[in-house]
């Protein structure tokens, strides 16, 4: 193989490195949902998290450089020539480059080394003592969440409230495998184990409702045990612990069809509760299902608005949508899920579609 | 020595059951390896299908779970694994100018063990359903409660069997390596690829017995009721993940360092130039064996182990990037000054560089444990581990393949379709894994059967199905380049490349006995130096006389069979069948020694014969 | 095979690179038994306080049949010695009577073991009662199953013995065969000092 | 390591007669082990409720007498047994520093 050969396949090759670069940039900036990555840092946690990865993300790319720059010069300069048949020196090696090479990654691995440690055991930082911190209690089930309030004597599912700018204290578990909590806007990730406790804090600085994800693999639909960090004023979230914690029964409220609404109670005092709690009154077996008329997804993962318009016309209707499409038949929505019942007759879907999407508390 | 037996003649398929050479068991290995490598590519290529759009439906759930899991099993202990020993037993004999390995019958055993074992794994997509909780089948959802199917028992039970058979091939590469070396030929003149299957050997030595025990305890759960995992009853689930790091992450060093010892003997020959700094790889290459042992909990970073070890495991796992940055350099500094030829093998070792420090670049970003937590389990890490494992360890394989090929098979493969097969695998490779970096880095899970649509991740993971398929048409070139090389008639001579170490010293394919006359090895690189000596070839240690070889035995391939059986047995919980299968192995284990083998000779006519006509 | 006929040589299981390769082989498989128990050892320490509702180490554990069983243990270790001793001396017949012992004491400390076994069977501490029962099995349990193999092995190299005899072939599996019985032995030293004696001390 | 078997990849089988220890030696040796067993049988018996002297003793014992095992029945002090040596001792290197890790870093 020739020389012009081997040129052009060099530049073959960095005809597609800029290609890779624009890649990377649609990927990183344009496209990616900024509730969801951990490149657009929405807390504390995150951020440092994110200045970890820069930073030694930076060390790795100088010594890339270098490698590739000695690669480049080495390919092109030493290549063997037509006809020279001539026997390069034989070296032997070079005491003063191995000290070179490797003292100085070893200085490298210093830079990253030193932060990193300072990191760890600043995100491992206690909370559990701090009156200010909101305290949830997280256990995770295959495939949904729960969220528990001690302190306000809240059970809620598949969405996490906390307020914004303030430090939130986790304590994770799981009732059955492990699955793993991970918001990457707001902070990294935490197994949650069965039979052992662990702890994380959170901070969101800014409004918005973030996306969670179930990070180790569950069972069949791991891959749709997404949550909902829901990240709000600190009035708002006052308010929110008020409606929610107060005895007050739930009540299905203006333009709903009544009549439909209260049979689709019926069924589900028959046929749901010894799963499904509302007002505390239920099973614990599957979500906690109170003010669902609020919730962002159904089931985890449906979105109500997907498009984040903040429209609330837009996400009741979908969210009547996705849960009919749920109750029609989970297995297909979901496969594997837990909640195992036969098959509703479309009445019954209708019934308990209306009377769950007007759940309200006041 | 009137015992000996006449030489035995077999052929076909008798021969290939019953052969105890160490070079036709490489081929046997290559054949295996290779096969289970097309199956757990086809299974990659369904699950990038899967994933090539949001919201499919091509295999939802539990079926995918099976096909990732099955993957990466498959990949790792049935592909990449046995194409490793492939290699390692066509060749280190070859490298220390040794006559044969130190247990040849075991060698043989370990073969059909972890064919066998590979075997039982993969009939579980017959019965019933294939193990479905990763890789690294994390209790306790591999456990009864939470894997109802027989799937995790065959995971269990073949890859114990497998893993059996791994054992025993590490330690015969160990005393071979010891005892069997040639006149001349210390530690401080092996090839680098001796030096690196003699590290990995004893990485396997050291790292297996851990998943052995895993594999015990969660078979014991599994199948008898124990209660390692069952945390109502006081197990702990954590347990399994230590045990399995413990021997995972070496595991994944007994990949790399095969690897490292082809780059460095393909560039060293394709640079007409001795390797740079030998004695710093060497020493890399243990320091590397030495810390893998010490690094298992940064997979872990994420399990709650508090700040004091997050930080320990963080800090020992970059150090690794130390030695190995050491081999990188002196690779280049190899070829600094040097003449290099691009031939498909020389590609291949330099596609590595660059691809390999890729993957390393990210394993030390990976090392940082705060930063792990939104790494960890995201797809990320899937292209940190594939650029490490197929940019580092398939490219070094491919290398290994052409460079060596015609020492296996005698004929030399096709150098332009070689071309074709390192650029289609190369781009595609590219590909498939750069664009996982950001999909992990905004927000996508592994391990996950589908996404919605709308959360950005439409086109890394479009483009990365695209990619997978290229590798594949790269593949499949490799598969017709063997092809069409097996037809042709031209046989390739001893020494092809102009290359440096010992097997090269003896006709292609290798003879049955490698070498007529044990070689006097005077140097590093022995043949290299004989040449620039002026001299024709090697300069023997003894004279040329009858040499004797070890029996053929079917014995091995019965005691697989044997264990095959027990496994089912154990699987099906059916007592009888287990004790009738393990009875085969112990029938196996008693023939052999009571009934001693006195092997046979070559005669000194027939070594005339066959080195007639050999010149380098 | 040089020394097929002739007089055997001093060590006769050096005597060929078979025999080299089986003794050096075999050490390192030593080396990997190494790890395989420690790691037996290591769950076991993870687990040792899981005896939810079952009997605790402390109130299970008999010292006095596991000192009984030590020094049988300990003596055929001892015996193996003397019998790798007679070989060397090339005398078959001595050779034959030390290993003949060290099986009679193996299976001893075999008999006790099941003995010991059956007795926590009766007081509720099982494979499957708990974590606790299930390490502390697994781990005496792989030692037995260590043991019961070695018994069997010598036995069989005995029948070996007395039909070819000592040669360069047999004198390794006897050589190797007593490597693996002070193995099984060191093994033991570990499982009385971390299982018994140390779940005496309680918690 | 010098000549052992390092340098000579061949080497001829050493005839030596005299073998380190004679039988005087191996009782001795054996006499040690009972003794080192029975000083921690007693240990426990006597102060078994001083945890934090009694399991470091025992701890202690247990490999002091390993030790003695190794060297003197499984002959690794003696000549041609560097490799068996470098085997065992890595096994240890390796599991132990993993077992300690495990258990006062990692908590298991
Ligand atoms: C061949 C296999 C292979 C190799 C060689 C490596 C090499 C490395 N790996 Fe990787 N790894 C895997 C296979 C491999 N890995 C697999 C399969 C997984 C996932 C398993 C699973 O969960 O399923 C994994 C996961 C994994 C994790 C866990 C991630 C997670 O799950 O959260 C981590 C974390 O530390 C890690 C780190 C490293 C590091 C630091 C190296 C280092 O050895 C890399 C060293 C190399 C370099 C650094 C480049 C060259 C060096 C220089 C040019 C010198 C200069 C360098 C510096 C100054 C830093 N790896
Ligand atoms: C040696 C190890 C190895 C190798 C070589 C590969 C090779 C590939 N791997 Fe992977 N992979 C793993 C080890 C490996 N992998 C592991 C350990 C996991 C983790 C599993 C887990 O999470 O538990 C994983 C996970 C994994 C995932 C993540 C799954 C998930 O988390 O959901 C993906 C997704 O893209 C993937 C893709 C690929 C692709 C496209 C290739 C390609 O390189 C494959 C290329 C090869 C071929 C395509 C074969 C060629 C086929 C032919 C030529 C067909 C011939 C035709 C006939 C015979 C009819 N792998
Ligand atoms: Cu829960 Cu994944
Ligand atoms: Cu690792």
Known sequence: ?362 | MAQHAARPRNTGLKDWLTTVDHKKIGILYLVAGGFFFLLGGIEAVLMRLQLMYPESNLFVGATFNELLTMHGTTMIFLAAMPIIFALMNAIVPLQIGARDVAFPFVNSLGFWLFFFGGTLLNLSWFLGGAPDAGWTAYPPLSGTTYSSTHGVSFYVLGLQIAGLGTLIGGINFLVTIINMRAPGMTFMRMPLFTWSAFITSALILFAFPAITVGLVLLMFDRIFGANFFEVANGGNVVLWQHLFWIFGHPEVYILILPAFGIISEVVATFSKKRLFGYSAMVFATIVIGFLGFMVWAHHMFTVGMGPVANALFSIATMLIAVPTGIKIFNWLLTMWGGQIRFTTANLFAVGFIPTFVIGGMTGVMLAVAPADFQYHDSYFVVAHFHYVIVGGMAFGLFSGCYYWWPKMFGKMLNETIGKWNFWLFFIGFHLTFFPQHFLGLTGMPRRVYTYMAGQGWEMGNMISTIGALVMTLGTAVFLWNAFVTSRKAEKAPADPWDARTLEWAIPSPAPEYNFAQTPRVRGLDALWVEKMAGNKGMTPAEPLGPIHMPSPSILPFLMSVGFFIAGFGFIYHQTIVSVVGLLVVFYGMFARSLFDDHGFHIEVDEIKETEKGVKL | MIHDHGVLPAEPEKATLEGRNKVLGFWLFLGGETVLFGSLFATYLALKESFVGGPSPEELFDLKIVALATILLLTSSLTSVFGVMAMHKHNTKLMQLWFGITVILGAGFLGLEVYEFYHYYHEGHTLTSNAFGSAFYTLVGFHGGHVAFGVTWIALLQAQLAKKGLTVVTAPKFYVAALYWHFVDLVWVFIFTVVYLMGKVGA | MGNINLENAHPQPKINKSHGIGVKGHLVAFALSIVLTALAFIGVIYFGDDRSFVIPYIIGLGIVQALAQLFIWMHMSEKGHLFPLVGMVSGVVVILPVILMGLYLCWW
């Open chain 1, 1 to 362: 193989m020739g020389l012009d050969c081997m040129m052009r396949r060099l530049q073959q090759v960095g005809r597609l490195l800029p290609l890779f670069a624009v890649l990377a940039l649609m990927l990183t900036g344009c496209s990616s949902d900024p509730y969801l990555s951990a490149l657009t840092p929405k807390g504390p946690a995150a951020e440092m998290q994110l200045f970890m990865m820069k930073l030694s993300l930076y060390v790795m790319l100088f010594v890339f450089a270098v490698v590739v720059a000695i690669f480049a010069y080495v390919l092109v300069r030493y290549r063997k020539r037509k006809g020279d048949n001539s026997i390069p020196e034989q070296v032997e090696g070079n005491h003063k480059l191995e000290i070179i090479w490797t003292v100085i990654p070893f200085l490298l691995l210093i830079v990253i080394a030193v932060p990193m440690v300072s990191t760890t055991f600043t995100l491992a930082k206690d909370y559990s003592q701090d009156k200010e911190a909101v305290k949830v209690k997280v256990t995770a089930h295959q495939f949904w969440w729960e969220f528990d309030y001690p302190e306000a004597k809240i059970k809620t599912a598949q969405e996490l409230y906390i307020p914004v700018g303030k430090k939130v204290w986790l304590e994770l578990t799981s009732a059955d495998v492990i699955h793993s909590f991970w918001v990457p806007g707001i902070a990294g990730k935490i197994d949650t184990n069965p039979g052992m406790k662990n702890t994380m804090w959170l901070e969101a600085s800014e409004e918005g409702v973030f996306q969670g994800k179930c990070a180790e693999l569950c069972g069949a639909s791991h891959a749709l045990m997404d949550f909902k960090v829901k990240v709000v004023s600190q009035e708002e979230f006052d308010a929110w612990v008020a409606k929610m914690s107060k005895e007050k029964p739930e009540s299905t409220t203006d333009g709903a069809d009544t009549a439909l609404a209260a049979e689709g109670e019926k069924i589900f005092q028959q046929s749901c509760v010894s799963c499904h709690a509302i007002d505390g009154n239920g099973g614990k077996i599957g979500p906690d299902l109170s003010n669902y008329s609020e919730r962002q997804t159904v089931a985890g993962f449906l979105r109500n608005d997907p498009t984040h318009t903040g429209d609330e016309a837009v996400r009741t209707e979908n969210l009547k949508k996705n849960l009919h499409k749920w109750l029609s038949n989970p297995e297909e929505v979901k496969p594997g899920n837990l909640m195992k019942i036969g098959q509703l007759k479309p009445e019954e879907v209708d019934a308990l579609t209306e009377y769950l999407s007007n759940l309200k508390r006041q």
